[in-house]
């Protein structure tokens, strides 16, 4: 966990050829888990002050919020991005907010002044603000806009096809975010930079738009996000998603690029994947007027290794004793942080294709599902008395539990009506491992807690 720390905070602060300068212009309040329109509203009336950006209001979301495009430049070569079309997917929002800040900074007046003569760049930072104000992927009307490319059903989905239709980009980056699980090749590292130049038919051809999407994609990550962060780059499959905007946009002729950012380990808001991000934004402008790009090779890209889906998970318990009246096994629990009291993902051999963003080595413990703490009157759970209770054998609460204030750092569960001695599949994640007939450790949702 220090190695990963350490990582993380070299990585922050390292001199990387594309990210010397970029580094300072990370914009201060983006390091949390979730982005709202208000907060990128001051950054784009900030950025819309300097000569050289235009900010227009494209249109508006189902419940009438903002959503804004900043142009920058007048070249021949058109570059779009779009970010949080899933209002959950926070990450590049934050990105391009530090993005203009380089872009807008005194200091780099010159590198600005190289480029917007030869390339004109289009930034729509938040397609979803509605889904974003609540933090969920779909928009204010239950809908994916990502798979309402050909109805556009939606405000917000021709709001960006509109933008696509009148600015006509050679380039198109898809910018989202994926979710933690994913590894950079089966048993691979996490998959912190995750990549794919979409299919745009169901045979998924290859003609000379996606081999050059292809081309460009290898020459943005391959070399960089190897430098900055080694091992955790992957690429999606090329199923065709009929629906979706980034195939949809490939089917138009432009060469689309999307980038999903992924966890890092001990880095819970994604700020590694946020400064990969940037980087990579910068990269894309010096090389599309440079044309460097074009060195790379369609091989390239196809060595970039799959994303393996489910290669990761947030607790893995491993080989831990069951006793049971049918007989004595071994087995691997396996918990997500996910909702909000996480239940039991996984059982049986989980360890052989999976890793842990923590990981027990059970092989010396039981499990022990514990007993019913009964509340008949008021009661305050601190860390402290909270762990007293565990150790005593208590991993749940029943009885008046309305009486329970929580004010620890673990949550509560409350017990089921049956119990059963051996673990279940979504069954509570609240159970202890003991050995010697005590108990050990606890666990509650994704939480290991050390009981000695």
């Known amino acids: 966990m220090y190695q990963y720390a350490l990582t993380t905070a ?69 570059v779009m991005m779009w970010s949080q079309m899933h209002g959950d997917e926070n990450t590049a929002t934050a990105a391009l907010m530090d993005f203009l800040t380089f872009i807008t900074a005194p200091e780099n007046a010159a590198w600005l002044k190289e480029w917007q003569t030869k390339l004109t760049l289009r930034i729509i930072p938040m397609v979803n603000p509605d889904g974003a104000a609540i933090q969920t992927r779909h928009n204010a009307q239950g809908i994916d806009l990502n798979r309402d490319a050909k109805a556009l059903r939606t405000q917000e989905g021709q709001i960006l096809m509109a933008a696509a239709t009148q600015f006509k980009p050679d380039f198109g980056f898809n910018l989202h975010d994926q979710n933690a699980y994913y590894g950079a090749g089966k048993k691979g590292k996490q998959a912190t930079i995750s990549v794919l130049a979409p299919a745009y038919n169901e045979a998924r051809e290859v003609n000379t738009t996606r081999a050059e999407a292809m081309q460009f994609t290898a020459h943005l990550v391959a070399a960089t996000v190897e430098n900055m962060i080694p091992g955790h780059l992957g690429k999606y499959n090329d199923s065709y998603s009929y629906r979706s905007f980034g195939d949809t946009f490939s089917e138009k002729g432009i060469r689309t690029i999307l980038i999903e950012s992924g966890a890092y380990p001990q880095d819970p808001n994604r700020q590694v994947a946020r400064k990969v991000n940037r980087v990579l934004y910068k990269k894309a402008i010096d090389s599309l007027v440079t044309g460097d790009w074009k060195k790379a090779t369609v091989a390239q890209y196809h060595a970039i290794p799959f994303n393996a889906k489910d290669n990761w998970v947030d607790l893995l318990i491993d080989d831990v004793m069951v006793n049971s009246e049918m007989g004595d096994y071994q087995i691997d629990i396996a918990i997500n942080d996910k909702g909000r009291l996480p239940t039991i993902k996984e059982l049986g051999d989980i360890s052989s294709i999976r890793q842990g963003y923590q990981t027990l080595d059970a092989s010396k413990l039981s499990f022990n599902i514990g007993n019913s703490y009964i509340i008949t009157k008021p009661i305050t759970l601190t860390d402290s008395t909270y762990k007293a209770l565990l150790k005593e054998g208590y991993s749940c609460f029943s009885g008046q539990v309305h009486k329970l204030t929580n004010n620890s750092q673990w949550p509560i569960y409350t017990c089921p009506s049956v119990f059963t001695s051996i673990p279940t599949l979504h069954a509570p994640a609240a159970f202890l491992l003991t050995a010697n007939h005590a108990n050990q450790y606890a666990v509650l949702g994704a939480k290991l807690i050390g009981l000695n």
Not at 23 to 34: I, L, M, N, S
Not at 40 to 67: F, N, R
């Open 10 to 78: 070299l990585l922050l602060s390292s001199s990387h050829a594309f990210a010397n300068s970029i580094e300072d212009t990370r914009v201060h309040g983006f390091d949390k888990p979730a982005i709202y329109y208000s907060d990128i509203e001051p950054q784009l009336k900030k950025a819309a002050m300097h000569p050289a950006i235009t900010l227009q209001q494209l249109g508006s979301s189902y419940q009438g919020q903002p959503i804004n495009a900043l142009d920058i430049g007048s070249g021949a070569i058109k």
